[in-house]
């Protein structure tokens, strides 16, 4: 009697121990693509073609800022240049992941070296 009992004992931690170990390489597993799906959902695009360029900024598979003009100019502007477009999109990205007020200034343009001119 005591052997069965041992042995349905064991049976039974041995199935445990194997249920455990299971959840938590499955938990394990989804926080991994959680995380790299945040990575890839935060990000910025750049659309348009010559000459005017634009931005947008995307959090969690939406669009949280489309941008067609130059930000902290008066009036209509666009992006002349890809370049111009991507530089202004990359720092504000970069405050939003800082939780920074994503604002853009006449000073960080002029920092970028953005061609804001009307033409």
């Not at 659309?47 to 800022?65: M, T």
């Not at 502007?77 to 800082?98: N, Q, R, W």
């Amino acid at each position: 009697m005591k052997i069965i009992n041992r042995k349905v004992v064991l049976t039974v931690a041995l199935i445990l121990i194997l249920i455990v170990v299971s959840f938590l390489f499955i938990f394990r597993d989804n926080k991994t693509e959680v995380q790299s799906q945040t990575s890839k959902s935060t990000r910025y695009e750049v659309f348009g073609s010559e000459p005017a360029w634009g931005y947008q900024i995307i959090l969690k598979g939406r669009v949280y800022i489309s941008q067609k003009n130059i930000p902290a100019i008066q009036g209509n502007i666009p992006f002349k240049t890809k370049s111009d477009a991507e530089k202004v999109a990359s720092l504000v990205l970069g405050k939003i992941k800082k939780n920074q007020n994503p604002s853009v200034s006449r000073d960080e343009l002029d920092s970028l070296q953005i061609d804001y001119r009307a033409k």
